[in-house]
């Protein structure tokens, strides 16, 4: 469903870029329905709109804006300055806010760890599923498998990839999106990151259940390894979070660190751009992903010298000090 936007500035120079800015960028189905070019022009359109659930987000500089009482859908941005990226994130933010308050309040679960990252197959279910059998050796385990484009969580334990739940061992569980009732943690694989202003805003299910559980999460890992289509995706998590998209501190694993020079000057630009945010490092090590994955087991039970093992060990301690 197409979301309609509203001018009302007296700048028409920003108001240029703000049409521009919102009708060139990818959140989603931003429509420009009308320019006012006064109060009164604005609030002779408001009084005519059909009565409908249609959402419309009026951006304005007005001192003082009366919205009519039957368009329960309309969102309001106060703005007079802004560069193109300020005012998508504006407009990303008040599209969130409207949706939470239009459905009831998830709040974040203290007990919920999102393992999630780039797309190209970074290794967010080997590291989400090594990362909960690593917390379930001292810990009551339960596993999510979240990811809405691929179930693999049961598949890379020998179970079918469409099985709802597994067990594998007594402190640790794996279902299909449900969460549990005596779980120490939970461990959701949420599989990639999409853009995240549209995937905050988006109604379609795939998009919202991604959203759900980033706002739930208390915590979040993000995957990404050294490849260089991997630092766009990783700017652009990093400025929906410094844009208050979701709550959580990330923590950020460099995984499939190689040793070609090309990879470690990638490795050292994306430590770079993280910053102050925690990151951690995991070693390409194909050989023991391969004889993990051949006898459908964690790392922990045929490879646990391994140094990827290590890694994961590493950081899942970190997750419980």
Do not use: W
Not at 45 to 70: G, M, S, V
Not at 92 to 106: E, I, P, V
Not at 147 to 157: H, M, N, P, Q, T
């Amino acid at each position: 469903m197409s979301i309609g936007f509203i001018t009302c500035l007296a700048d028409s120079d920003f108001e240029d870029l703000v049409v521009e800015s919102l009708t060139s960028s990818d959140l989603p189905d931003l429509i420009l329905e009308f320019r006012a070019i006064s109060s009164a022009n604005l609030t002779l359109y408001l009084e005519n709109l059909p009565i409908d659930d249609k959402r419309r987000i009026i951006i304005h500089d007005l001192r003082n804006l009366q919205l009519p009482p039957t368009q329960s859908a309309l969102s309001t941005i106060s703005i007079d300055s802004g560069s193109p990226e300020s005012i998508r994130a504006e407009v990303a933010r008040a599209l969130r806010d409207f949706d939470r308050s239009n459905k009831s309040d998830l709040g974040i679960r203290s007990d919920l760890v999102m393992v999630t990252g780039t797309s190209g197959s970074p290794g967010i279910s080997t590291i989400a599923l090594n990362l909960a059998n690593e917390l379930s050796l001292a810990h009551q385990i339960h596993l999510i498998d979240s990811d809405s484009y691929r179930k693999d969580l049961a598949f890379f334990l020998g179970g079918k990839r469409d099985e709802p739940s597994i067990r594998l061992h007594s402190r640790l569980s794996i279902s299909q999106g449900e969460f549990s009732t005596s779980a120490h943690l939970q461990i959701a694989d949420g599989g990639a990151a999409p853009e995240l202003g549209q995937a905050l805003s988006d109604r379609r299910v795939v998009a919202r259940s991604y959203s759900d559980l980033l706002e739930m999460a208390a915590r979040i890992i993000f995957v990404v390894q050294p490849e260089s289509n991997t630092i766009y995706e990783l700017e652009r998590f990093l400025a929906a979070r410094e844009s208050d998209l979701f709550q959580a501190r990330p923590i950020f694993l460099i995984n499939k660190v190689g040793q070609t020079r090309r990879q470690l000057s990638i490795q050292r630009r994306l430590q770079a751009r993280i910053g102050t945010y925690p990151v951690s490092l995991a070693p390409l090590d194909l050989k023991a992903i391969e004889l993990a994955k051949s006898q459908y087991s964690p790392l922990a039970d045929v490879a646990p010298r391994s140094k990827l093992r290590r890694a994961i060990a590493d950081l899942a301690r970190s997750l419980v000090e």
